[in-house]
């Protein structure tokens, strides 16, 4: 088929943040402002943030800045898989924090249980959907390897299932599936933008003042408190949380720790009841492939497909750009590969095309810390699964800030940082190397050169 003609008509923009419902933008700051504490950033990160502090203390003055608009950047782009995983899946957190594995998991139950309350509570319409989710291997070793997970789980009371290919075809069915392993209770799909425009009302009502188009440009201190300076203004705080995601922070100390990382979807037309029927699909549940590139793909409530990833593409020198967010070859690539997953649906064509950076750190899951003596906090390198695990570092930026010791904050997850990554020109050459492993790898049948396998001794390993 012509595979170029599926995209002819795709509008260049991301599907989620076209929807009806979005709020009236707010105005920029003006002047001077002052609250006990300000959030900079107006994604998960820091809406989370804002909503849980006033819950925490409804009496707390709060102001909430955003460079853009609410949900405009990662949160408004990615693939809207809600995960209970805090730790960029169970195995990632298995091999970084063995000690406190267990801890890690229950934590990340709870904070998906607490998500799902929050929408309910506060009536968010974001399609929000307990569907669980599918690791499906897409070659013969892919499913050695999804065999042996499912051992690794089993001993470390992990409730996921293994699927032989009959029975994962029976859940969705694509020639290409060997095998899966399935996680039903540990993922939820939600609608993007929708979550974020929930959760800046749900803010706005308990009294959460947000200001759009209001970059932060600088941090100060000012006598006992902090400042923050914009282009129009300056907002001083008690104490200020930092959840600006893939930008640069506004602490210098931490930019090493995150490079940002171009991911790219397609969005299908909708699919009507024959093609539906084709694939099958009926517990409508995420799906991901098993390879080093891999693609993740899903169901929306209007029965379209989204389709993303294989591509991870590091910026020149590590520079963000609108240039990148638009990639033609990638779209290319990926509708390729969707129709080699379903040939039942040739014909089928996308309505929208788009791109969006994620902030990536080493040991891919965030990392937390403070400074100015306390009275700033950060969370950051959330490396593509932030959508859940971004209520639970609002908690801990938040408990940083209060100065308690709890739960979160003795974590060594929490206490420890990623490696950073290394100056220009060698990240570019080290992040190049490793895409091209990583490459290679999916090549030949997992086989990981001696780069890959030497990243995996210092614990800098990526295999999914």
Known sequence: MDVARSLADAEPAPYWLAAAGRPAAAGALAGEETCDLLVVGGGYS??????????????????????????????????GFCAASLTHGPF??????????????DLGRRNLDAIEDTVARYGIDCDFERTGEI?????????EELREAAGIAARHGLDLELLDRDQVRAEVDSPTFHGGLHDRDGVALVHPAKLAWGLQRAAACL???????????ALVRSGTAMAVRTPYGRVR????????????SLLRRVRPFTVPVYD???????????????IGWHGRQGLGDSANQFHYFRLTADRRILWGGYDAIYPRSGRMGAAYEHRPETYLTLARHFFTCFPQLEGVRFSHVWGGAIDTCTRFSAFFGSAHAGRVAYAAGYTGLGVGATRFGAEVMLDLLSGRETERTGLAMVRRKPVPFPPEPLASAGIGLTRWSLARAD??????????????????GFDS
């Open 443 to 460: 090549a030949t049948a997992g086989h990981r050169n001696l780069w890959l396998r030497a990243l995996d001794r210092v614990g800098l």
């Open 207 to 217: 009294g959460v003042r947000i200001y759009e188009h209001t970059p932060a440009t």
């Open 135 to 143: 690791d499906v291997a897409t070659a013969p070793y892919q499913w």
């Open 264 to 278: 790219y979807a397609l969005m299908t037309e909708p699919l009507d009841a024959v093609r539906l029927a084709s």
């Open 237 to 248: 705080a008690r104490r200020v949380a930092l959840a600006s995601g893939v930008f640069p």
């Open 46 to 79: 820091g809406l989370w943030t804002a909503l849980i502090a006033k819950e925490r203390e409804p009496g707390r003055d709060v102001v909430l800045i955003e460079a853009d608009r609410i949900g405009g950047a990662a949160s408004g782009r990615n693939g």
């Open 92 to 105: 990632n957190g298995l091999a970084r924090w063995p000690e406190e594995f267990d801890l890690l998991q």
